[in-house]
């Protein structure tokens, strides 16, 4: 039976890595597009207005869970309907009341930040929207648990592709800030009908004492984990909008959001899939190690070269591209991002198997001590540097990637040899990609030209560094995806 059940486990993982890669790309190039003519039609002031009171609907998410959907994922045993029902039971009343607490404080959100009648507007359909997404909650875990995600990922590119085009839409008008409103609402029913039409599930209240105490034994610590971040990360957010100008809060997302669409792309979707996946392998820690490594290799041999190609092309992008130069202050914020980004790539995946194999209280540490750097360091390098400093601040905590290491492996044996690869086949890309980025005019065909020599240059370099490694692993998705 465990043969079978890793073989299953196996193959759906690998499935679901090719779906959520597919749902990503999808996502990614409609959020591209979308993102060009949003920037081009709205000012820095209206996407740091989006950035901050997104900031504080995703503060009040932390609070509507207590970790249950992760228990449930988590969980060794079966779960059972008493588990899903009491998990729904105790969501909703959270949610339910977060969200009466948040509607009756729109006009101290619109005082607080200053903000307009289309403000609060969006702040009150991020608050329904918020309300709409818990719904969903039951389905989604059924089919993670499961790990069935080329199901899961139909309602998200549906919401994506409803979200940004109604968005770009309203912009060309000249909605401004009411354009992400209209957005978010239709954005939040489309992806609920979906949900329940792929994964259906009868909704109904329900408590069992004994169950919700042992998923609260799991989930409570790693909301805790949550909650920290939170504070280290959107609740910072907040306070950005607070002590900085709005204009320089869009320049920190714009940089921050861009940094971060490679992990967006590979390591979103390989903690989608891992987390449950380890959790099935908790028992296995010799399987589990090889699937740790595994998931690094994986991650980096895509996200190494996206970052480098990311910072040594950007300043170029931004020099030809119309009214993108009003975006140059944020550069600086962009290449430290992105090197954190690259960091990260690295410790997510570790502090994941923490989280798989039950240890939540080391990864809670870890969040801590994450969470009071964040707050002791950035504000003093936001008073030396400006509104850069947050970016560099971000990448100095980063470079604890080290500790992880060190923590994970006196549990999980695994290796990180095989990163040496894709490191130094991305920097000797960028050492090629600069030199000829600077011998060369700036214009859009160079660019392009740039981006395709990259990719040729780093995949020529990689076959040659780790060509047994990318057999295998093609030999792998042959038998799992393509092989019935």
């Known amino acids: ?188 029913v489309i992806g ?62 714009f940089a921050q959001k861009w940094a971060y669409t490679p992990l967006r792309l590979i390591m979103d979707n390989m903690i989608k899939i891992t987390f449950p996946s380890f959790s099935r392998l908790q028992e296995n820690r010799n399987l589990l190690g090889k699937a740790v490594e595994k998931s690094i290799f994986s991650s980096a041999f895509v996200i190494f070269p996206l970052i480098a190609g990311l910072i040594t092309l950007s300043p170029y992008f931004i020099k030809i591209i119309p009214k993108y130069e009003k975006l140059e202050p944020a550069l600086l914020s962009l290449a430290f991002f992105s090197l954190n980004a690259c960091l990260s790539s690295i410790s997510t995946p570790l502090t994941n198997a923490l989280n798989a194999i039950g240890k939540i209280k080391i990864t809670l540490y870890l969040m801590i001590f994450w ?15 400006g509104f850069n400093g947050v970016a560099l601040s971000s990448f100095i905590i980063s470079l604890s990637v080290f500790l992880v290491v060190i923590l994970v492996k006196k549990y999980i044996i695994f290796s990180l040899y095989s990163l040496i690869y894709p490191f130094f086949s991305a920097l000797i890309m960028t050492a090629i990609l600069f030199i000829l980025m600077n011998v060369f005019p700036t214009t859009i065909f160079t660019i392009v030209a740039g981006v395709v020599l990259g990719a040729i240059i780093y995949t020529v370099l990689m076959f040659s560094f780790a060509r047994k490694i990318i057999l295998a692993d093609i030999k792998l998705i042959k038998e799992n995806v393509f092989k019935k």
């Open 192 to 253: 609920l009908v979906l949900i329940y039409i792929i994964s259906p599930w009868k909704i109904g209240l329900g408590f069992s004492g004994s169950a919700a105490r042992k998923l609260l034994s799991y989930g409570i610590p790693f909301q805790a984990n949550s909650f920290i971040a939170l504070l280290k990360d959107d609740l910072f957010i907040v306070y950005l909008g607070k002590v900085l100008p709005l204009a320089q809060v869009g320049y920190i997302g």
């Open 1 to 188: 039976m465990e043969e079978v059940d890793i073989a299953l486990i196996k193959k759906r993982s690998i499935k679901g890595i090719f779906a959520l890669t597919y749902r990503t790309f999808a996502i990614q190039v409609i959020g591209f597009s979308a993102n060009f003519v949003l920037t081009i039609f709205l000012s820095p002031e209206v996407f740091g207005i989006y950035f901050v009171v997104t900031a504080v609907i995703a503060f009040l998410t932390y609070f509507s869970d207590v970790g249950l959907a992760a228990a449930l994922i988590q969980k060794k045993e079966n779960i059972s309907e008493e588990d899903l029902r009491t998990t729904f039971t105790i969501q909703q009343g959270l949610v339910i009341s977060i969200s009466l607490i948040a509607l009756i404080s729109s006009s101290f959100v619109k005082d607080f930040y200053k903000l307009d009648s289309d403000g609060v507007f969006l702040f009150q359909a991020l608050v329904i929207s918020f309300f709409l997404s818990s719904l969903k909650t039951i389905p989604s875990i059924i089919l993670e648990r499961e790990l069935k995600f080329e199901k899961l990922v139909i309602p998200q590119i549906a919401e994506t592709l409803v979200f940004n085009v109604i968005a770009v839409f309203m912009a060309m008008q000249g909605f401004g800030v009411a354009s992400f409103s209209i957005a978010v609402l239709a954005r939040g």
């Open 371 to 385: 969470t009071v750097a964040t707050w002791l360091i950035t504000p003093l390098m936001i008073f030396l540097l």
